[in-house]
């Protein structure tokens, strides 16, 4: 039987090893900086000749209002949505193998939201009023507007945000106590030490972790498929063809959960390589993640051909006319390739051959999130093209550089802060790996002596 994770590893050889993945990446990781910042550099270049020229650069006219923007926007939200759910639910469901692997994808969580926050401002234009869409208190009864998708967004990100943050701090408290006691003086320890809250890892403070991490995973669990529901009714409730479908909510959270499977499988081949944790994020553990990412892809499919089979089937004749021109129109090519990336590339990941095969893992991964990109696009692009009066109808509107130049940068953005975060703090739980192999080598334990007392 293959095991998760070796029984006989020393905790201080644990210690080690996280330790030192602090100090000592291989050099890929300074490679994966340098791009991230290039790509960076590119995103925020655009943003700036962007708000100095005017939104007309950015190819966004009426009726066409959106764009990448909003679909890139859609996208880091739904990729945020598979770390701090998958491991607030594997851990209700007390499975061992999410313990080396949930801490970077909590991490991936934060930083997409993060990411997905500055969409709404880029798209804004004038970032200044970005203000009348905060939830605030007043007494004049105007702003903000309570009854705009806007507000529900921005709502919906800094609940999600700051939940998910305190879920990845609270869960990091013990392991920020082993750097602080374990490392040399200087920037770091202060830092360790200040976010430790003086953790000593008594009886008492161990119980009231325990309860606080448990609390805070049952509370994000209907939060995060709240928050994507959310997102899904800015859609769902207008009177567009091809968006009023009432099962875009859960359609949206599979569609959350299915990419940021792929983008954990993703990282976790990253990070496997460039922190050296090969003895931690095993193949066994990859495997898993493989296997549930190939059941979400399913249930995605299932939940794309239910939405394609009721607009078909019903008397809408606009919406029926939106998913034609998708299949057949000058969308035609993303449609396509959605339905391959999306549908037809998971199906290499039922065969056990390739389910640790890291090669084709990571290239099936990055195709399975290219297709989920291509399906927020589709969702946006084409209905806008072809909406309800035929003197809006335009035959395609196609991003301009300077959207490109954005959605580029977002992904810079978004490394450079997951691979910063891995360099300064542990990306794989200490405290937690050490009680799975104890837990692990007790049972061997038990097995091999219930195995004498039979003979």
């Known amino acids: 039987m293959e095991k998760d994770i070796r029984e006989d590893i020393a905790w201080a050889k ?13 050099k890929l990781y300074w490679v994966i900086i340098a791009v991230a910042l290039l790509a960076f550099g590119v995103g925020v270049a655009c ?145 360790y030490t200040l976010l430790a809250l003086g953790w000593e890892g008594t009886d008492r403070q161990w119980r009231n972790f325990r309860v606080t991490y448990l609390t805070v995973a049952c509370f994000l669990i209907p939060l995060a498929v709240s928050v994507h529901s959310i997102v899904a009714s800015d859609f769902a409730m207008s009177q567009q063809p091809g968006w009023h479908v009432t099962s875009f909510p859960p359609y949206f959270v599979a569609g959350a959960l299915y990419s940021g499977c792929a983008a954990i499988i993703t990282l976790f081949i990253i990070l496997r390589y460039v922190f050296r944790f090969e003895e ?18 399913m249930v995605w499919t299932y939940l794309n051909a239910v939405e394609f089979a009721s607009v078909w089937y019903s008397h809408d004749a606009p919406s029926k006319d939106v998913l034609i021109q998708k299949m057949v129109g000058p969308y035609a090519f993303a449609w396509w390739g959605m339905i391959f990336c999306g549908s037809i590339v998971p199906l290499i990941l039922a065969f056990k051959r390739f389910q640790t095969n890291i090669p084709v893992l990571l290239v099936v991964s990055l195709l399975l999130n290219l297709g989920m990109w291509l399906e927020r696009w589709m969702i946006v692009s084409p209905t806008f093209s072809r909406g309800y009066y035929r003197g ?64």
């Open 47 to 191: 943003e700036v000749y962007q708000y100095n020229v005017g939104m007309g650069v950015a190819n966004l006219d009426n009726p066409h209002v959106w764009g990448l923007y909003i679909a890139t926007f859609i996208f880091w939200i739904g990729m945020s949505h598979s770390g701090t759910l998958l491991s607030a639910i594997l851990h209700l469901m007390h499975a061992d193998w999410r313990k080396p692997i949930y801490r970077f994808a909590e991490a991936m969580t934060t930083f997409s939201l993060m990411t997905a926050g500055l969409f709404v401002m880029v798209h804004i234009g004038r970032l200044w009023q970005f203000y009348y869409s905060l939830p605030y208190p007043n007494e004049r009864g105007i702003w903000p507007n309570f009854q705009s998708p806007l507000l529900w967004d921005a709502m919906a990100i800094f609940t999600y945000l700051s939940s998910s943050v305190i879920f990845l701090y609270v869960g990091m408290i013990p392991d920020l106590a082993i750097c602080r006691d374990h490392l040399h003086p200087g920037w770091r320890k202060k830092l």
């Open 392 to 455: 809006t109808w335009v035959q395609d509107q196609w991003p301009s550089l300077v959207q490109w130049g954005m959605v580029f940068g977002s992904f810079g953005w978004f490394t450079l802060l997951f691979m910063i975060f891995c360099k300064v703090f542990p990306s794989v739980s200490m405290y937690e790996v050490k009680e799975m192999v104890y837990h692990r080598s007790l049972h061997s334990k038990k097995g091999d002596t219930a195995e004498q007392g039979a003979h």
């Open 280 to 297: 931690y994020m095993t193949l066994p553990i990859l495997k898993k993640t493989v296997r549930l990412t190939f059941a979400i892809a």
């Open 14 to 26: 644990i210690n080690g090893d996280v330790l030192k993945s602090l100090e000592n990446p291989r």
